[in-house]
């Protein structure tokens, strides 16, 4: 048994025997980086504890959702599905759903999804997202889905939505269905966001199989009071996109990608990673919300903006979302991935982003006119598997971009580029992404499926989850998922005085919360108006906060002397934080307040 140094261990154990679970082992559900086998940078893991290998590799999946907080008490929520698992039949999945609170996840699930009907290869859990607020109640809703469901046809596809409350349940509220023999409907869901700017979220979800019409489809419907009415079919949907050329991957992504022309209105796209000028070299299309809805049936002609890969075979649009507002200029943007893009390395991936603007997207896109881009530069990295907002994770106010390189140093990574007021600065490498973590076991497949960015603690910033579909910890390529929570580094104050007699400044450097990993930072002092050597003693090295600790100090020493001097200042940095993310202020000043007389004598008249 794995040894777990936490008093977190008696919560996980106590939660589990309240809960009669037995969808995870006590011994393996919760770590503080206690085990050989887990990263030495994560917060949190949760693992499936049931070999994958009696599935076929292409089964495989395991995928996280987005922000939620489906009981709302201020905490971000996890759902997690797994469409592989074998629960009431052969691959007919599961999900698991984790509230987030002030220490963060949970050691156990607080809430297990079982699929609503017994099918072996349903896939219950292809998709598991938030689905926003779609009855208006103040609850966060979700959305899971059973793209092989079977019922009047053969692999339809089926989702399920499930209302929030203070308590919510595992008996869902609402389902659609795919009503065509082989339509995989639920292959990708989302929240819409408010298309129509009536104060309820809506859903899109894509069918992306050959059905009898050899149709491929996007379908949305509107929230309401009443949440999303009768239970769906595709003939009652609200609005939808169909293309009739099955081979170009058409509504295998969907996505509410936010406003990106900043009307008050939610705008979504349709993905096609298998599009042809170059054979699949890919392309996304983008619709625009409006009070009236997204308008006509949408086709890959009538989009409102779309963008075409350059590249023969490179998938441009598997991985597509919106990014929220990266420059903070009131609109939202973009990020599309190329996993297998080349340049000039074979398979390493490429990410493209555009800014939006009260026009939109701009002209339609094309690599050449994206806004910012990043590269893996490592063969067969494939980095773009996943492209997702990384919500705000310095708590700067700007938003941020994650995206994943399933096969980067043969495990996978993920890498973080913050957002700021000249958008994503410098294009992309993970050479100069702001924050990254790396698998540590091989063909673990870490960001494979997707990844996403919760405030699960509630800090303030957002932290990073990743799943590895793959990931070997006592069952053989179970999948587990991970959780990096953000902190910021800063100095406790931008100024800090001292008086020159006092020879010592202390300066206190601080964390938002603590971390279960030790992190570092960087400190100097540099020349102001005062000088190193003659007023005081030039200071650096590194700070060390062990796991929990969340404040350190470092002093500066102060050189005396009799001269009458005016006011002089110190400038102290931090730099190269280690499992932190540098705050604000990561820059300060400490003043020297001269304390001695001037050495002007008045004298003294007698009469």
């Known amino acids: 048994m794995k040894i ?24 393996r559900i919760f770590s503080i980086n206690s085990s050989p086998n887990i990263p030495n940078d994560i917060d949190w893991y949760f693992e499936t504890n049931q ?6 590799l292409d089964h495989r999946a395991l ?5 939620c907080d489906v009981n709302d008490d201020g905490y971000d929520d996890l759902i997690v599905g797994k469409r592989d698992y074998n629960s009431l039949a052969l691959d007919n999945g599961i999900a698991w759903l984790f509230l987030g609170s002030a220490s963060g996840l949970p050691a156990s699930p607080s809430l297990t999804f079982s699929p609503p009907y017994t099918d072996q290869y349903g896939f219950f859990g292809e998709q598991a997202k938030c689905a926003g607020d779609v009855n208006g109640d103040g609850y966060d809703d979700l959305i899971i889905s ?9 692999d339809e596809g089926a989702v399920y939505v ?11 509220d609402w389902m659609a269905r795919g009503n065509n023999t082989y339509a995989h409907f639920g292959v990708s869901v989302d929240s819409a966001g408010d298309i129509t700017g009536d104060g309820y979220d809506d859903i899109i979800v894509g069918a992306n199989g050959n059905d009898y019409a050899g149709v491929t489809a996007a379908y949305v419907w509107y929230g309401s009071a009443s949440g999303l009415g009768a239970s769906g079919l595709p003939i009652n949907a609200d609005w939808t996109a169909t293309d009739s050329t099955f081979s170009i991957g058409f509504a295998y992504q969907v996505r509410g990608i936010g406003d990106v022309n900043g009307d008050g209105y939610d705008d979504v796209l349709v993905g096609a990673h298998l599009y042809d000028g170059p054979t699949n070299q890919g392309a996304v299309f983008v619709y625009y919300g409006s009070d009236t809805g997204l308008g006509l049936t949408g086709t890959t002609a009538n989009a409102d903006w779309m963008a075409v890969g350059e590249q023969a075979s490179a998938y441009f649009g598997y991985g597509s979302d919106g990014v929220g507002d990266l420059n903070d200029d009131g609109y939202d943007d973009l990020a599309v991935g190329a996993y297998a893009y080349d340049n000039p390395e074979v398979n390493e991936g490429k990410v493209f982003v555009w800014y939006g603007s009260s026009t939109g997207l701009g002209a339609n896109g094309t690599p050449s006119n994206a806004d910012w881009t990043a590269e893996s530069n490592v063969v067969s990295a494939v980095l773009g598997y996943a492209v997702v907002p990384a919500g705000d994770v310095n708590g700067d106010g700007y938003d941020d971009l994650l995206v994943t390189a399933s096969s980067y140093t043969g495990g996978g990574a993920w890498f973080v580029w913050t957002g700021s007021e000249a958008g994503l600065g410098d294009n992309g490498t993970p050479q100069n992404s702001d924050r990254s973590g790396y698998s540590d076991q091989a063909d673990a497949n870490l960001g494979r499926d997707n990844a996403s960015a919760l405030d699960v603690n509630g800090d303030g910033m957002d932290d990073i989850i990743v799943p590895a579909r793959l990931y070997s910890n006592g069952e053989f390529s179970e999948g587990m998922v991970f959780a990096y929570y953000n902190v910021a580094i800063s100095f406790s104050s931008a100024s800090y005085t001292i008086g ?8 206190t450097v601080t964390l ?19 000088t190193a050597g003659t007023d005081y003693t030039a200071a650096s090295g590194t700070l060390t906060f062990p796991a929990g600790e969340t404040s350190k100090v470092f002093t500066v020493t102060i050189l005396s002397d009799d001269k009458h001097e005016s006011t002089e200042t110190i400038n102290i940095t931090l730099s190269s934080p280690i499992n932190a993310i540098l705050g604000s202020p990561s820059s300060a000043v400490l003043t020297i307040l001269d ?13």
């Open 4 to 27: 777990i140094k936490t008093l977190l261990l008696l919560c996980g154990i106590f939660a589990l025997l309240g809960s009669g679970q037995a969808s995870a082992q006590i011994d």
């Open 51 to 56: 070999a994958g290998d009696t599935s076929p």
């Open 63 to 67: 995928t996280v959702g987005d922000k």
């Open 146 to 154: 059973m793209d092989n469901y079977d019922s009047t046809a053969s």
């Open 162 to 172: 499930y209302m929030g409350s203070d308590t919510p349940d595992t008996t869902y």
């Open 500 to 507: 020159e007699s006092d020879t010592t400044a202390t300066i």
């Open 512 to 530: 938002t919360s603590p971390r279960l990993v030790t992190i570092q930072v960087d400190f100097a002092t540099s020349d102001g108006t005062a």
């Open 595 to 607: 304390d001695d007389n001037n050495n002007i004598y008045t004298p003294m008249i007698r009469k």
